[in-house]
């Protein structure tokens, strides 16, 4: 899938890495996609979650091994 | 024209029109009275050990992240956590029996062991709370927890409000200067709990 920028948040346990997408997202235009790589188990329920309530779609959402690689339309 | 000569069906319609209008009627009134901002949150955090600092930040952080409005009313012990240097922060397992304790370091079969230390011997080890203290912090960062500092800091970046409880800033005899300049109120009971009155969420941490 295509997108405009990556955030990384291997790592990062609850809850950084909604933190920092939502950092991430402030940065980026209207309709651009949000690539993020996380190895927080969590984040798969946290990023559905996010998207819900802040109105973002989650385009993709996959398990790939022992990381989550989830895509998210500002 | 008698009651008889409306048409067939014609109360049925009337009943779901006036549904229809009601429903809308009362989401306007609603609207008027309570107007929709973000939800919000309230926390008051009454805990100052490096174990359960981690509560009031993490949700916190994680509020604001959905955009929310979030407050945390530190009270107590949990003035710690608004002090300038968070290095005093302590964990202890001394009565604490729920704390499970791994080593973050060494090979697998070592980290997987589960140490149960009985208070009869917490107590009496010199530099027990110390080393429990770097154990958990060294056990956390192995794991991507971010430190109390950080998520303080993420908070205070998220525009999340800090506030104190002067009674016992006062009662502990704490100093104005040892806070956070970030720290947005001083405040009483009073003032505070209009503001958790009308949150979305409460939370006693």
Redesign the interface.
């Known amino acids: 899938m295509e997108f405009d920028k990556e955030l990384d948040a291997r790592?990062?346990?609850?809850?950084?890495p909604?933190?920092k997408?939502?950092k991430a997202l402030a940065g980026m235009a209207a309709g651009q996609v949000l690539k993020i790589v996380a190895?927080?188990a969590g984040s798969l329920g946290?990023m559905q979650?996010?998207a819900d309530?802040?109105g973002h779609q989650l385009l993709s959402s996959q398990t790939q091994g022992s990381e989550y690689v989830f895509f998210l339309k500002n | 024209m008698g009651a008889g000569d409306f048409p067939a069906g014609l109360d049925e319609l009337i009943a779901k029109r006036v549904d229809e209008l009601i429903a809308k009627k009362i989401e306007e009134r609603m609207a008027q009275l309570m107007p929709k901002g973000p939800p919000s949150m309230t926390i008051i955090a009454t805990k100052g050990t490096l174990d359960w600092a981690y509560p009031p930040y993490i949700l916190a952080s994680a509020g604001a992240a959905l955009g929310w409005d979030v407050a945390i009313f530190h009270t107590f012990y949990g003035l710690k956590l608004l002090l300038r240097d968070l290095s005093q922060l302590r964990v202890s397992p001394l009565g604490n029996p729920a704390m499970p304790m791994k080593m973050p370091f060494g090979p697998r079969w070592f980290r997987q062991i589960r140490w149960n230390m009985p208070n009869a011997v917490a107590s009496v080890v010199p530099g027990f709370e110390a080393w429990a203290t770097n154990l958990m912090k060294q056990t956390f960062k192995s794991k991507g927890v971010a430190s109390i500092e950080e998520l303080r800091q993420t908070c205070i970046d998220a525009d999340v409000k800090l506030i104190a409880c002067q009674m016992t800033v006062d009662a502990f005899g704490f100093q104005p200067q040892e806070f956070i300049p970030e720290v947005s109120e001083f405040c009483g009971a009073t003032r505070f709990l209009p503001l958790a009155q009308t949150a979305d969420v409460n939370l006693l941490i």
């Not at chain 1, 790592?11 to 950084?16: E, K, Q, T, V």
Request: hydrophobic residues 45%.
């Open positions: 790592g990062l346990a609850c809850p950084m909604i933190v997408t939502k190895t927080d946290d979650a996010f309530a802040t």
